[in-house]
Antibody, heavy 121, light 111 residues
C-alpha cells in the first residue's frame, strides 16, 4: 500500500524557515516523481514544486521560486520541502503527492494527509 | 485568479446529471495538455477522479466521466448521490508558466 506521511508543519514567524518532510513507503521511491501542493485556508489547491524520480528535474511555482527548495533522499525514502523567507500568504496545508511515473508533468496519483503551516507573528 | 477557470459552485438533485467545466487557454488545455480531475471531500485530502482527460482509476464509479475539447474540459457526474457532495478541481500543465496549474475548484451541492 502506498503511504505518504508528511511532518514538520507548525507555527513560524514571517521571514522564518521550516522544513517539511514526507516519508514514503509501499513503492520503489526513485521510480516516481514527487510533488508538493498546498491549500490556503478556505481556498483551492496550488501546485508548489515537483521533483523527478531521479531528482535531476526540479520545478517551482513562481510564488515560491527562490524561497523554497524541494529535494529527495533515496536512502531515507523521504522528500523534503525547505521553506525560507516565509510570508503570511504561505499559510496553508501542504500535501505531499506522488505521480504515476518518474516524469514530472503527470497527474497526482496518491496524496498524503497534509501538514499545516501557519506563518504569523 | 486561477489559470484554469471553474464555476464556484454547482448543484443538483439526487439522481440528476451535473457537469463541471474547466476553461483554460492556448497555453494549457488548448495546447493539448491532458486534464485531470480531483475530488476533495470535506476535511480530507484530494483524491484522483479522472486522469488523462477521460480515464477513471480503479475504484472510481463509471458515473464519473471526463472530456476535453478545444481550450476546455468537463467533468460529468450522472446519477448524483449525496456522497458526491465535495469540491472538484481540474489540473493541467501550462507552458507559459512552465508548471502545473489547478482550477479554482467547484463546490458541488447535492440538494
Amino acid at each position: 500500500e502506498v503511504q505518504l506521511v508528511e511532518s514538520g508543519g507548525g507555527l513560524v514567524q514571517p521571514g522564518g524557515s521550516l522544513r517539511l518532510s514526507c516519508a514514503v513507503s509501499g513503492f520503489t521511491f526513485n521510480n516516481f516523481a514527487m510533488t508538493w501542493v498546498r491549500q490556503a485556508p478556505g481556498k483551492g489547491l496550488e501546485w508548489v514544486a515537483v521533483i523527478s524520480g531521479s531528482g535531476s528535474s526540479i520545478y517551482y511555482a513562481d510564488s515560491v521560486k527562490g524561497r523554497f527548495t524541494i529535494s529527495r533522499d533515496t536512502s531515507k525514502n523521504t522528500v523534503y520541502l525547505q521553506m525560507s523567507s516565509l510570508r503570511v500568504e504561505d499559510t496553508a496545508i501542504y500535501y505531499c503527492a506522488r505521480g504515476p511515473t518518474w516524469y514530472v508533468w503527470e497527474y497526482i496519483q496518491h496524496w498524503g494527509q497534509g501538514t499545516r503551516v501557519t506563518v504569523s507573528s | 485568479q486561477s489559470v484554469l477557470t471553474q464555476a464556484p459552485s454547482v448543484s443538483g438533485a439526487p439522481g440528476q446529471r451535473v457537469t463541471i467545466s474547466c476553461t483554460g487557454s492556448t497555453s494549457n488545455i488548448g495546447a493539448g495538455y491532458d486534464v485531470h480531475w480531483y475530488q476533495q471531500l470535506p476535511g480530507a485530502a484530494p483524491k484522483l477522479l479522472i486522469y488523462g482527460n477521460n480515464n477513471r482509476p480503479s475504484g472510481v464509479p463509471d458515473r464519473f466521466s471526463g472530456s476535453r475539447s478545444g481550450t476546455s474540459a468537463s467533468l460529468a457526474i450522472t446519477g448524483l448521490q449525496a456522497e458526491d457532495e465535495a469540491d472538484y478541481y481540474c489540473q493541467s500543465y501550462d507552458n507559459d508558466l512552465s508548471g502545473s496549474v489547478f482550477g479554482g475548484g467547484t463546490i458541488l451541492t447535492v440538494l
